[in-house]
């Protein structure tokens, strides 16, 4: 028998080739609505734990500032880029938040 190597690419095949990066799931129809704020500070603070591949738009960042994260959404309009920031939360509340979002349960 001969491994074609192929069952393990298949969760990657519907993006480019060259996504690297997490995708979000499209928002489930009950999906909660996130609270974004303006960027506080410029996110000067902040430092980017993980981020979802830039090819969608918008994309997010889970970022790290002082003993609290947040998820900073980048929109990408015609002429600029919009960005907002949720509320801060622990680690642990963050990194959850974060994966309700990558799986289309928060927007
Ligand atoms: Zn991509």
Redesign the pocket.
């Known amino acids: 028998m001969r491994c074609t190597g192929v069952s393990w690419t298949i969760d990657q095949a519907w993006?480019?080739p060259?996504?690297i990066?997490p995708?979000t799931s499209p928002a489930q129809s009950h999906a909660e609505r996130l609270t974004w704020n303006a960027p506080r500070d410029h996110g000067r603070d902040a430092r980017v734990v993980a981020w979802t591949?830039?090819?969608?738009n918008p994309f997010y960042e889970l970022c790290q500032a002082g003993g609290q994260r947040f998820i900073r959404r980048t929109r990408n309009a015609p002429d600029k880029r919009i960005v907002d920031e949720s509320d801060r939360w622990n680690a642990r509340q963050a990194n959850a938040q974060w994966n309700a979002l990558l799986l289309g349960l928060l927007h």
């Open positions: 993006f480019p060259h996504c990066s995708h591949c830039e090819c969608t």
